[in-house]
């Protein structure tokens, strides 16, 4: 059974951290690229990070966190990262992890995500 399992979503105070996790199980996550997406309450949902297949491991970031989030892999734990520092209230959000052929094709389309997992929520607040 194909599944992703986002996690590590919390509540965090304005200029803190966190980890989320995308754990798949019943394929092999290292042969799809994977994206990062948030949805706040009443907003539609967005992308914000997303990452190549292993064989190039490019990364991509929308400008809004650039420079706070970063993506990665562990192909050994057929997981991938969110590190997410610097947190604002406005990165208050469901996060979830979705598989995509390639970064450059999908270009955050949500339309061309075939997986995705339950998300995880995050918070960012006083």
């Known amino acids: 059974q194909v599944q992703l399992v986002e996690s590590g979503g919390s509540l965090v105070q304005p200029g803190g951290s966190l980890r989320l996790s995308c754990a798949a199980s019943?394929?092999?996550?290292?042969?799809?690229?994977i994206g990062w997406f948030r949805q706040a309450p009443g907003k539609e949902r967005e992308g914000v990070s997303c990452i190549s297949v292993s064989a190039f491991g490019t990364t991509y970031y929308k400008d809004s966190v650039k420079g706070r989030f970063t993506i990665s892999r562990d192909n050994a734990k057929n997981t991938v990262y969110l590190q997410m520092n610097s947190l604002k209230p406005e990165d208050t959000a469901v996060y979830y992890c979705a598989t995509t052929q390639a970064c450059e094709y999908s270009n955050y389309d949500a339309t061309r995500y075939d997986y995705w997992g339950q998300g995880t929520q995050v918070t960012v607040s006083s």
């Open positions: 019943g394929f092999n996550l290292d042969r799809y690229a």
